[in-house]
Nanobody, 124 residues
Framework: QVQLVESGGGLAQVGGSLRLSCVAS????????MGWFRQAPGKEREFVAG????????YYGDSVKGRFAISRDNAKNTVYLQMNSLKPEDTAVYYC?????????????????WGQGTQVTVSS
């Protein structure tokens, strides 16, 4: 079955960095978009970044542009989210998701598969 497994979350200082990883398994993902979302307590799930597996086209949410970078390693079936210049408002559970599509969609409802999430906490 399809599995997405995130790792790399933890505690970071304001201005620090973390790198999240998402390993995908269970089928071929070459036709998918891989997305990162986050959800803070009491808030809706928010689109962070997305990448097309085939062409590596990226798209970012406004709140992370210029600070976060999404990338993928086809050989390892892994998607990364490099998070720099972290702020307290980046604190959330971060989820990896897959959508069989040619375009990066920002709505969570378009994504069919989700990981279990990894906690990121930024302290000031």
């Amino acid at each position: 079955q399809v599995q997405l497994v995130e790792s790399g979350g933890g505690l970071a200082q304001v201005g620090g960095s973390l790198r999240l990883s998402c390993v995908a398994s269970g089928r071929t993902f070459s036709g998918d978009v891989m997305g990162w979302f986050r959800q803070a307590p009491g808030k809706e799930r928010e689109f962070v970044a997305g990448i097309t597996w085939r062409g590596g086209i990226t798209y970012y949410g406004d709140s992370v542009k210029g600070r976060f970078a999404i990338s993928r390693d086809n050989a390892k079936n892994t998607v990364y989210l490099q998070m720099n210049s972290l702020k307290p408002e980046d604190t959330a559970v971060y989820y990896c998701a897959a959508d069989y599509s040619d375009y990066v969609m920002t709505g969570a409802r378009y994504y069919d598969y989700w990981g279990q999430g990894t906690q990121v906490t930024v302290s000031s």
